[in-house]
């Protein structure tokens, strides 16, 4: 009778503890809910101050080079139906030029595994096709496939253009590709019979490949382009410069050089051209380069001589961020880092950065009068936007520019211009440090500041000069099922420079 009492008690205990934990889970999912809500309440309103008058004129936005076909599949389907006997079972690092199936194994499943946004060149020209191949095979049997406009230059030209932009892209394309781009927007370029062609390798958060299991959603891209790397639109794009009068020129699409095979002095010969094009703007256009997936130590130390010093601003992803970071202060590359940044961390580097240019300017403006001080950072990352300006510089607009790539980033990864607070996870703490330095202050996100902005002194150069930044972070509100990650930052950067013209 006494074990019947236990058993009774402690199964009573049971039921409660069930009920109790239920209630509770169900109490901090309305409480996570809530605060998405009035975040999401917050971003809106900020992104609704920046409505254009409509007597304003529509800021002009030029924008380089190429572009391409993108062809996305299943990263974990595709290689599951095609290499399921042949996953590594460990992996020993990034490869910088794809050339065997085994190298491509071995790449994608670092990358994979690290949650990392890569774009390697296969040198393979017969090995790329074969791929493409089987990827065009597979979405014949399922509908596992899609084809897209690709290229940095054309996606962030419609986006500009999604915006209010008027729009000049410098690129060529063929008959096939020009129709996907608006009509309004200006091309610049020759047509040619075929685009090149990358593939998008993407994957969700959870996907497993073996024993590996992706962090986050992202894409592995391979291309083994022959138009891009050689930026053929760049000349048409220089002389309709002349006449264009751009309020913004954007140079992307660089990585299509990197670890290309070129002529001894070909690619130093048009990353010159590209130094000409953008030295050449009056001081009235603003220059800003979109920095990408570079493995090539020479090519970025080419980048840093030839285009870096004559932008006002930089767009880059965290992972893009470290590897700059790295080649300004100790001259070598990274592989793939933290997924997911601390906020401190990346503001810590972001400050490295920009300490590192405006050094470099201080250094060599007195004889080359023709480079631009660095005024603006924008890093985006999967869990918020970080935008640094110069004080009192042309960047207008901080704070809605912030937000607007924020909404931007999940809109665009979630396929959907309403923002569902039901579908959306949120990674940010309701504060964050704004340096890992002891003591450094702390900013809170929350209804009465859903994108914290501050002001801060930087000081530079051996004579300790100050100069006065503003730092705005926006939260991003994480598609808990991402839908398309390839041209995410093409899109977040482009959305974020319109707002700030």
Request: with cysteine; net charge neutral; glycine share 6%.
């Amino acid at each position: 009778m006494t074990a019947l009492r236990y058993m009774g008690w402690l199964t009573g205990c049971s039921v409660f503890t069930a009920f109790v934990s239920i209630i509770w889970q169900a109490f901090l999912s309305l409480q996570a809910l809530n605060r998405t809500t009035v975040l999401l309440t917050g971003l809106l309103a900020i992104e609704g101050s920046l409505k254009r008058s409509a007597v304003q004129p529509a800021p002009k936005v030029a924008i380089g080079y190429g572009a391409c076909t993108d062809l996305q599949i299943n990263a974990t389907e595709f290689l599951g139906r095609y290499y399921a006997r042949r996953i590594p079972a460990t992996t020993t690092g990034s490869r910088q030029i794809v050339n065997s199936e085994d190298e491509l194994l071995q790449s994608f499943a670092y990358y994979f595994q690290n949650g990392a946004a890569a774009e390697r060149v296969m040198a393979n020209g017969t090995l790329f096709k074969q791929l493409v191949g089987y990827a065009k095979l597979m979405g014949k049997d399922t509908s596992g496939i899609q084809w897209y406009m690709g290229g940095n230059a054309p996606l962030m030209a419609v986006r500009f253009f999604m915006e209010g932009a008027d729009v000049l892209l410098g690129a060529h394309m063929s008959k096939k590709l020009r129709p996907l781009l608006p009509k309004e927007i200006r091309l610049a370029g020759d047509e040619i019979p075929d685009d090149d062609i990358h593939l998008i390798l993407e994957y969700k958060a959870g996907d497993t490949w073996g024993s590996y299991v992706a962090p986050r959603a992202n894409r592995y891209i391979l291309h083994n382009d022959r138009n891009n790397p050689h930026l053929r639109a760049l000349e048409q794009l220089t002389d309709a410069l002349k006449v264009y009068h751009p309020q913004l020129l954007v140079v992307s699409g660089l990585q299509m050089m990197d670890m290309f095979t070129f002529n001894p002095g070909e690619r130093e010969a048009r990353l010159q051209q590209v130094q000409r094009q953008l030295t050449s703007q009056p001081r009235d256009t603003l220059n800003h380069f979109e920095m990408a997936s570079y493995v090539e130590l020479q090519l970025l130390q080419q980048l840093r001589h030839f285009v870096l010093p004559y932008v006002d601003s930089l767009g880059m992803n965290e992972q893009e961020l470290a590897n700059l970071q790295q080649v300004l202060a100790h001259g070598r590359t990274t592989l793939a880092t933290d997924w997911n940044p601390r906020i401190a961390h990346t503001l810590d580097q972001m400050r490295e950065v920009f300490i590192s240019l405006l050094e470099d300017f201080g250094d060599h403006s007195t004889h080359d009068t023709k480079r631009r001080r660095i005024s603006r950072i924008h890093v985006h990352t999967l869990a918020y936007q970080a935008i640094l300006t110069t004080a009192g510089s042309q960047w207008k607009n901080t704070q809605a520019a912030a937000a607007k790539a924020a909404l931007t980033a999940h809109r665009y990864v979630c396929k959907s211009q309403f923002i569902n607070p039901e579908a959306v996870l949120q990674v940010l703490d309701d504060s964050f440090a704004t340096s890992a330095q002891e003591d450094a202050p702390r900013m809170r996100i929350g209804a009465a500041s859903p994108v914290p902005c501050w002001r801060e002194y930087i000081e530079y150069g051996r004579q300790r000069q100050r100069l006065e930044v503003e730092i705005c972070v926006a939260p991003v509100l994480v598609c808990r099922e991402a839908r398309k990650t390839a041209g995410a930052g093409d899109n977040i950067s482009a959305s974020g420079l319109a707002a700030q013209l």
